[in-house]
C-alpha cells in the first residue's frame, strides 16, 4: 500500500526530473477521464504549478527590474547527444497547453521559454533573481520533463546550462494472420513490469494499431528499461457476442484470436525483454496472431429481473487494461447491455485468463446501485453455469489519528484520503475521495468491491492557501503517513481488496510527527560535487526489492551537488546511493538500488533530528 502527498504515480521524488505518465485513454466505455481534468494535470506535471491558480498568477508578478538570463543545451540523458524541439522554461513562466502544444499562458512574459533549436540549445531571459528551477518538456514523449535548480543573481548571464532529458523511441512492425494476410484494427502494445503495492505487476503503457496493409507504429516509447510487446485482435462488435447466436459446436463458430507476446508467445513470462536506445527506432517487430477456436463463458445474474440491464465488460486479465501503478493507466475495452432476466452468453474468446466486470449503466441515467467484478479460466471448452452476485455499492469509514500524543505546536487541520481502483478507471456514481479531521472521521460514500491502494495527501500551508495537490517535497513540518490499516492488518505498502463487506473500523491512517532532515552531498572519485544526479535514500530494514521500492526516497541534487530532504523522512536507519540517471520501479531497475546498497554509506535518522551523507558516485558509463 502506498501512502503520497503527490497526485503523481510516482512516489517519494522530492526533486528534479520526473517521466509522469499521466492519463491517456483510448476506449470504447468505462475508461473516461475529463479534458479539463487531464489537462490540469499535464500543466502541474510540467510546470509544477496548477494553472492560472492565484500563486502561480504570483510568480509572475515578481519584478522584472532584476532579472536574469540563462543559456545551454538539451541533452539526451544516455547518451549526451543535443535534442531539438524541446521546450525550456523558468518555473516563474506560467505555462498552459494550446493546440496541443504547451505556450507561455496569457499574460505571461514569454521571454521565459524557449524551445531548442537544431543544434538542442536554448535561450531564457528576463527571469526574476533568486533560487529559480528550470524545467524542459520534451514533446516526444508522453509528459516527459526534467529540471534542474540554480541561484541566480539580477544581472547574471549563465552560459551552458545544460539539462539532460529522455529522448523515446519508436517501435514499427506489421501484424498478420497465420496466412500472411494482414490484421487490420489489432493492436499493438508496450508492456512494462514495474513494483506496485507489493507486487511486481504488469501494465500497459503505449498502444498503436495496424492499418490496412498490417502496418504499426508506437511512438513515444521508454528507453533504458526492459519493456515486452503485446499483440491482440480485440473484439469489435460486443453487443453481438453478448446477444451471441454462436452455434454450440466451437468447431463450427468463427475463429477467435489470442493475445500474443513478442515473437509469438502465449504469455507475457516467455515474451523477450527488449531494450531500446534513446531516439531508436527499431523496425521489423512483426507478429502472426494466428486463429484459435472460439470459445463461450455462459452464466447468469443473481439479481430480481426489474433490475434490467447492465453495462458488462469481458477482458483479458494480465496486463489488464485500467490503473497501472505509477505510470497512469491506458486502455481500450468493449462492453455491452446485457438483461439480469435472462442468461447471458458470451462468445467469440480466445483461451485464456478473463476479467468480467458488470455495473449498472450510469450513462443512461442510473444511479450506480450494482456492480460485480468476477474472474474466469477458459481453457478447451465453454465455461458454462458461471453465477455472477453483484453488490450494492459499499460505505466504509475512516479515521485519521496521531501516534499518540502530539507535541505542542504539531497540527494538522485535515488530511485528504481516497481510494485508486488498480484495474479499472473511475465509474460515474462512485464515491472514494474523503477528507477528516486529525484525530477525527470520514466516510467512502459508495465503494465499490475490488482491489485499490489508498492515497493520503497532505495539506501544505501556504500563505495564500492550504493545496492538497503539492508534492512531497513541499510537506516540510515533521508530519508522515506512518500507518495505514484495513482492518487488523497493515496495508501502508499493499493493496486493499475490498469485498462485499468492510472490515469493521473500515480504514484508519495513523500520521507520525518525528520525520527529520537528511542532507546527501553527492561527490565523484577525485572529491568534486556532483550536480543534477539522482540519490536514494535506501531503508536498511527493507527485507528485500519489493519492499525496497515501495519505502525508498530518491531527489536530485542542486547546483551544489546536495540534495536535502527537509522534515521529510522517517526516523530510522538508511543507505545512500547515487546514479547518473533516473531509476524506474522495474525489477531491473530496483536490482540495481539492491546490488548497491551493501557498499553504500549508512545513516541513522533520529526521531525530529538530522542526518548528512557524502556519496560517491560510480564513474559515468
Keep these: 500500500m502506498r501512502a503520497t502527498t503527490s497526485v503523481f504515480p510516482q512516489r517519494n521524488i522530492a526533486h528534479g526530473a520526473v517521466t509522469v505518465k499521466t492519463v491517456i485513454l483510448r476506449t470504447v466505455t468505462l475508461k473516461i477521464v475529463t479534458l479539463k481534468a487531464l489537462l490540469r494535470m499535464v500543466v502541474f506535471a510540467v510546470t509544477g504549478c496548477w494553472m492560472l491558480t492565484p500563486a502561480c498568477q504570483a510568480q509572475k508578478s515578481s519584478g522584472a527590474s532584476e532579472t536574469a538570463s540563462l543559456r545551454g543545451t538539451v541533452r539526451d540523458v544516455h547518451s549526451g547527444e543535443p535534442i531539438p524541439g524541446v521546450i525550456v522554461h523558468v518555473n516563474t513562466t506560467v505555462m498552459t497547453f494550446e493546440n496541443g502544444g504547451l505556450v507561455a499562458a496569457p499574460g505571461a512574459d514569454s521571454r521565459g521559454m524557449s524551445t531548442t533549436d537544431e543544434h538542442g540549445r536554448y535561450a531564457l531571459s528576463g527571469i526574476p533573481a533568486g533560487s529559480r528551477s528550470v524545467r524542459a518538456y520534451n514533446p516526444k514523449g508522453i509528459f516527459t520533463t526534467a529540471g534542474r535548480f540554480l541561484e541566480i543573481r539580477a544581472g547574471e ?18 501484424v498478420l494472420d497465420e496466412n500472411g494476410e494482414p490484421l487490420a484494427g489489432a493492436s499493438v502494445s508496450v508492456v512494462v513490469q514495474e513494483y506496485y503495492l507489493g507486487e511486481a505487476r504488469y501494465y500497459l503503457r503505449h498502444m498503436g494499431f495496424a492499418d490496412d496493409t498490417g502496418a504499426y507504429e508506437i511512438e513515444k516509447v521508454p ?276 469485498g462485499s463487506e468492510a472490515e469493521d473500523g473500515g480504514i484508519q491512517v495513523i500520521l507520525g510527527y518525528d520525520a527529520g532532515d537528511v542532507t546527501a552531498r553527492v561527490v565523484d572519485k577525485n572529491g568534486k560535487s556532483v550536480s543534477d544526479c539522482y540519490v536514494h535514500l535506501l531503508p536498511v ?52 538500488l539492491w546490488l548497491a546498497r551493501s557498499q553504500a554509506p549508512e545513516i541513522t535518522l533520529a526521531p525530529n533530528g538530522t542526518a548528512e551523507v557524502k556519496v560517491v558516485i560510480p564513474d559515468q558509463k
Design 157 to 174: 548571464t549563465r552560459e551552458d546550462f545544460d539539462i539532460r532529458i529522455e529522448n523515446p523511441a519508436t517501435i514499427v512492425g506489421r
Design 541 to 592: 530494514n527493507a527485507g528485500d526489492e519489493t519492499a525496497l521500492a515501495e519505502r525508498l526516497f530518491t531527489g536530485q541534487t542542486d547546483q551544489n551537488g546536495v540534495q536535502r530532504w527537509q522534515r521529510n523522512i522517517p526516523p530510522g536507519s538508511y543507505r545512500a546511493v547515487a546514479t547518473w540517471a533516473p531509476v524506474d520501479y522495474s525489477p531491473e531497475g530496483i536490482h540495481v
Design 223 to 498: 528507453v533504458g528499461a526492459k519493456v515486452r510487446l503485446m499483440a491482440e485482435m480485440p473484439p469489435t462488435n460486443f453487443d453481438a457476442l453478448a446477444a451471441s447466436k454462436a452455434p454450440t459446436d466451437p468447431k463450427q463458430r468463427r475463429p477467435a484470436y489470442a493475445r500474443v507476446f513478442y515473437p509469438d508467445l502465449p504469455h507475457v513470462e516467455a515474451g523477450t525483454l527488449l531494450t531500446l536506445r534513446s531516439g531508436e527506432r527499431r523496425e521489423g517487430m512483426d507478429f502472426v496472431i494466428r486463429r484459435e477456436p472460439s470459445l463461450c463463458v455462459e452464466g447468469s445474474f443473481l439479481l430480481p429481473p426489474d433490475v434490467g440491464r447492465l453495462r458488462t465488460t469481458v477482458e483479458a486479465a494480465t496486463p489488464s487494461y485500467g490503473s497501472s501503478g505509477r505510470t497512469g493507466f491506458y486502455g481500450r475495452t468493449v462492453s455491452a447491455l446485457v438483461d439480469v432476466a435472462k442468461p447471458f452468453r458470451i462468445c467469440g474468446l480466445a483461451a485464456g485468463e478473463y476479467r468480467l466486470t458488470a455495473a449498472t449503466d450510469v450513462a443512461s441515467g442510473h444511479p450506480l446501485q450494482h456492480y460485480a467484478v468476477t474472474s474466469f479460466v477458459l481453457m478447451d471448452e465453454d465455461l458454462k453455469d458461471l453465477q455472477i452476485a453483484p453488490t450494492a455499492p459499499l460505505k466504509i469509514p475512516f479515521r485519521a489519528d496521531w501516534e499518540g500524543t502530539p507535541p505542542e505546536g504539531v497540527s494538522l487541520d485535515t488530511v485528504s484520503v481516497g481510494l485508486d481502483a488498480l484495474y479499472r478507471a473511475y465509474y460515474p456514481g462512485e464515491q472514494r475521495d474523503g477528507r477528516s479531521e486529525v484525530p477525527g472521521t470520514g466516510e467512502f460514500g459508495a465503494v465499490l468491491a475490488g482491489v485499490y491502494g489508498v492515497r493520503v495527501q497532505l495539506p501544505t500551508r501556504r500563505a495564500d492557501r492550504i493545496d492538497y495537490a503539492l508534492p512531497a517535497s513541499t510537506v516540510a513540518n515533521g508530519v508522515y503517513v506512518k500507518d495505514i490499516r484495513y482492518g487488523n492488518e497493515s496495508v501502508l505498502h499493499k493493496a486493499v481488496d475490498v
